[in-house]
Structures are given as C-alpha cells and as structure tokens.
C-alpha cells in the first residue's frame, strides 16, 4: 500500500499542477511563460509541481479574501448565460422576431386559404399559387 501511494501521490500532484498552470490566465503567471511552467511541471515530476505551487502563480490576492489580480486590473468577470440580463434580452428579441414572422406565415397562409374557400363558394376555379 505504501508503495502506491509513493508512485500516486506525486502523480496527483503532477496533475493537479498541470490543470492549474493550464487554466491560469497568462497575465496571473510569475517569473517564467506559461509554457515554460508546464515543461518544468511535465519534466521535474515531484520538484517541478511544488515549485509551481510556491512561485508560479499570484495567489496573494486570493489568500487575503480579495479577488484574482485579473480581476482588480479591471477585467470583467465571467456570468452564466443565464445571469445575464443582456443575453437573456438579445434572446427575448430573437423569439419575438421569430414569432413575429411565424404570425406573419399562418396569417398569410390563412388569407390564402379563405380566399380558395370562397372561390370554391363562387364555383370559380382555384388559382395555382
């Protein structure tokens, strides 16, 4: 049991590590390129992802309570499609449009076929439309 934990814990480091360089924005990243911190996470496989964990990254912001450093520099934050009230009026509009041509369809197609119907009354013969 001892032995796999010699071989996993540092395997879940490693990966955990490289998921986390992976999702930093590059602006976050310390002292070296993103790409660089991978190759160092990737080839040093024990020394590489703590090294990463201790320097790689700004987490000063985040161990005090604030926001990312992303987020203090003035960058928008993320919401959820269905949190933003301007998406949801962009799609409020779309369906309106689209209704709006549907009503537009069914009343042509019913003046159409109240127009046949009365020719059909008259005895007069249907037009090809």
């Avoid at 990966?15 to 976050?28: H, R, S, V």
């Avoid at 928008?76 to 009026?89: G, I, S």
């Amino acid at each position: 049991m001892l032995r796999v934990l010699l071989y996993l814990v540092p395997l879940v480091l490693v990966i955990f590590a490289f998921i986390d360089c992976l999702n930093t924005p590059e602006d976050e990243v310390k002292h070296l390129p993103k790409i660089a911190w991978i190759f160092i996470i990737l080839l040093f496989w024990i020394v590489g992802p703590i090294v990463w964990l201790i320097a790689g990254k700004n987490r000063a912001a985040l161990a005090y309570g604030g926001a990312p450093s992303g987020l203090q520099r003035g960058r928008t934050r993320y919401v959820a499609p269905d949190d933003n009230p301007e998406f949801l009026k962009s799609l409020d509009e779309e369906n309106r449009k689209k209704d709006e041509q549907l009503l537009r369809k069914w009343e042509a197609d019913l003046r159409r076929r109240e127009e046949e119907l009365r020719r059909k009354e008259r005895g007069e013969e249907p037009k090809d439309g």
